[in-house]
């Protein structure tokens, strides 16, 4: 015989825990867990590139670059143009997202316009200074 407490009906409430004065979802928790672990991730493998010597950071590259360029392939992939040219994932049932859509956009950005290595140039630095030190250059010719 079944036991009636593991059988939960479809209509059921997920559980949640109390937090301050309302409820929260446990899947908002595991959200935010799943959200904090992927910004700390990135934000060590950024230290690493900024600070790891030659040896460490050439075994962190052997290591992660194969990572990423298959999570950027999954979410690439999730994200590929129907038959109809709009984006799966960004589409709701109301609004169709045509392709390509802002992770497409931000591939692109970050893997081709942007090269592989990031720009240490600001675009007010290539643009010559803020839009001050170009008046007061241009006053004083």
């Given amino acids: 015989m079944a036991n009636s407490a593991n059988c939960a009906t479809p209509s059921a409430k997920p559980p949640s825990?109390?937090?301050g004065n309302g409820d929260v979802e446990v899947d908002?928790?595991?959200g935010q867990v799943?959200?904090?672990?992927?910004?700390?991730?990135l934000d060590?493998?950024?230290?690493?590139?900024k600070r790891a010597d030659a040896p460490s950071l050439l075994s962190v590259a052997r290591s992660e670059l194969p990572r990423l360029t298959e999570g950027w392939r999954s979410m690439l992939t999730a994200h590929e143009p129907d038959a109809k040219g709009n984006c799966p994932?960004?589409?709701?049932r109301w609004?169709?997202?045509k392709a390509p859509c802002s992770v497409w956009r931000a591939a692109y950005e970050h893997l081709v316009a942007g090269?592989?290595?990031?720009?240490?140039?600001?675009?007010r630095k290539a643009e010559g200074g803020t839009r001050?030190?170009?008046r007061l250059t241009a006053s004083a010719r």
């Fill in 17 to 19: 825990r109390r937090k």
């Fill in 28 to 30: 908002e928790i595991l």
């Fill in 34 to 41: 799943l959200r904090s672990a992927v910004w700390e991730r």
């Fill in 44 to 49: 060590m493998l950024t230290e690493l590139a």
């Fill in 89 to 92: 994932t960004c589409s709701s």
């Fill in 95 to 97: 609004r169709q997202q």
């Fill in 115 to 123: 090269g592989l290595a990031p720009q240490h140039t600001t675009r």
């Fill in 132 to 134: 001050k030190s170009r």
